[in-house]
């Protein structure tokens, strides 16, 4: 009967802490998950106002401009179709270049400008972020589209 | 002529593996000692082959050999010696090549230090290996062949600029050796499982490869985690990238399974249990060389992508993993129980630890298979950053160190409770208290620091306290027993590291005119401007910083931003002044106008802690390995037979 007892703890005990750690596991998910937009899905007004996201494309040519202080950057990030201003304070990664294909973690801000706080790098120069490529793919598709049923 | 004697001598392995997975495993189900013997040589002629097929291959970066598609693709002529030899295993086919080897040299290691086991053991090991090593094989010939000719080509396209690196000689043969490690724990788990001969001596058996596997990945998980470190330019040491938590992920379920092993071999208990996790580790290897290899993860160890191959890796991946998964079902009922234990004992913590673990792993697992899951089925995409993973991993890790104090002092069977409790309040007393006036030292008085100091002076008191006791009970030398200790202060140390550096480390990201002065904490770095250099392959800018500490002239650092000739790729390289207590790290952004620089400077206290603390845990696993116990059961076995 003891012996009983103790194992019904014991199971009892461990079904708990099994609950309490997928708990916190889901919750920790849930509320760090970041969301991939294309400049067309935020110019539409797709992406939350309130939470970090991702964005990708390329870098709009001409768009890069630096502020005095030598971090700050300012650059547009567009998949052909929309076009989304950014500014960035730090070090650019190495393959960050105009007309390459981008990727950038942040927030807009209520200017409507979206303040990255992470600018990712490719490791290649050959090699497309596999969400800058998916953006641009979408918008050639929204374009093809629309000009479809002319 | 050399490269196809390599292609040759890699078919050759491949009727080799075959013969040594099937035979040896018929014959000892058979109990014909003849096929049974074919094991040994089989295994060692299969490496043998191997090896011929590897050096072909790096002899052929070595001299150039630029009609080979992957020399072509991954060297240069211009590249200096070594990491044309490093390039060996620089690209997808040649480190699915060091695999098999790592595999073959393995399986030879198990054929030479197997004269203590039963025949029809090392037949079905031997044979289990022979399986996996055939499957990497076809894998090879038949979608990445390494030696692939194409028309001479003038020259490379020159090695990735982030390989071109001394860690990279080192970094994938010992991760490899690591990962590919865990097979003879799975193989040992599956001959126990077909034998139904799974007891204490098959844990003593499994029980040091393990450890070493286990140790060999630490180590190499350490060096990639050091290497992105001074490497990228970006100052982290770990990303939660996927690819790091592929390999994360079998070395926290080896992690379970060697303290998992010690309770089946002291104890008897935790049998089927201790095999489920073994084939675990294993196949969470796989998955880890199939994420990283496959192309499905973008990052700087993924390759051109080729749905074959993926498609090869996954049905490999899903036989292996299907296949032993099945047989554990069929044969783990008839395991059977072992010792039984109260709820209060040594037992009882390493299952804790083993719960910990695994739903680390779990929380590592969902966080990096989610998004690529919802990709692939369309559902959008989505990343899961470190926010995730420290949130989970804090409030998972802070109870498995406290645990990992008492474990090691907790008896078998049953623990005296107020007899531990008045063994461990002093050691608890002085740990709070140090640990809550540690962080005022540092001027900042954090509760994350205070938790971190916590934890790692309590591992560090126990150690202690365990570590005397023996001492006093005139117990002589135990390498398993000093081993465990030693390990668990590596934990300690790490600890120290990881809440130094992310809670008290300085970043300044800026803007140097040539002459300017930036102060960080008590050094002053001066930018003296930039030089130009040149490399063997490459060109670029070299930068001077002179750096005074207190006033006093202290160091030069140098770090660089380089442009490589035949990639184009322009490449940042930092420069680092190593410290015991702090690392001075520089990087240079971008050139800006009138000779200034933009800047990025790190002063980051106790980092090198990090990977001290892995060394020493690895150093703890091979000690343990040395344990006369291993070696006095082969002799006495030896002289039974």
Known sequence: MKSRHKKLLLIAVVVLALGAVAALVLNAFQSNLVFFFSPTQVANGEAPMERAFRIGGLV????????????????????????????????????????????????????????????????????????????LEQAQKAQQTLVAPK | ?????????????????????????????????AWMAVARPAARAQFLFVAIAFAALAYSFLIGDFSVVNVTRNSHSRLPEIYRFTATWGSHEGSMLLWTFILALWTVSVTLFSRHLPDDMVARVVGVMGLVSFGFLLFMLATSNPFLRMPMAMDGSDLNPLLQDPGMVVHPPILYMGYVGFSVAFAFAIAALLSGKLDASWARWSRPWTTAAWAFLTIGIMMGSWWAYYELGWGGWWFWDPVENASLMPWLVGTALIHSLAVTEKRGSFKAWTVFLAIGAFSLSLLG???????????????????????FILIFLASVIGSSLFLFAMRASKVGLGGRFALVSRESFLMVNNILLLTATGAVLLGTLYPLFLDALGLGKISVGPPYFNSVFVPLVTPLIFLAGIGPLARWKQVNVPELAHRLKWGFGASVVVALLLPLAQGDWQPMVALGCLLSLWLAVTAAIGVRARLRSGAGWSANFYGMHLAHLGVAVMVIGVTMVSNYQTERNMRMAVGETVTVKEYTFRFDGVTDVTGPNYTGSRGTLEVSENGKPFTTLHPEK????????PFTESDIDYGFTRDLYVALGERLDDGAWSVRLFHKPFVVWIWIGA??????????????RYRISRKKEGAKA
């Open chain 2, 615 to 628: 060394v020493l845990m690895a150093l703890g696993g091979f000690m343990a390995i040395t344990d006369r």
């Open chain 2, 1 to 33: 002529m050399i490269p196809e004697l390599g292609h040759f001598s890699l078919i050759l392995a491949l009727l080799l593996a075959l013969v040594q997975g099937v035979l040896p495993l018929a014959g000892a189900a058979r109990n014909n000692p």
């Open chain 1, 60 to 135: 709009e040519d001409g768009s890069l401009r630096r502020e005095p202080d030598g971090v700050t950057a300012h650059f547009r990030i567009t998949d052909t179709a929309k076009t989304i201003p950014v500014t960035y304070k730090g070090l650019l990664p190495d393959l960050f270049k105009e007309g390459k294909g981008v990727v950038a973690e942040g927030r807009m801000n209520t200017g409507g400008v979206f303040v990255a706080e992470q600018v990712l790098a490719k490791h290649d120069e050959n090699y497309m972020p596999p969400e800058a490529a998916s953006a």
């Open chain 2, 289 to 311: 060389t199939f994420l990283v290899r496959s192309g499905v993860l973008s990052s700087v160890h993924s390759f051109a992508t080729d749905p074959t191959r993926g498609l």
């Open chain 2, 562 to 569: 380089r442009i490589y000739v035949a990639s184009g790729m």
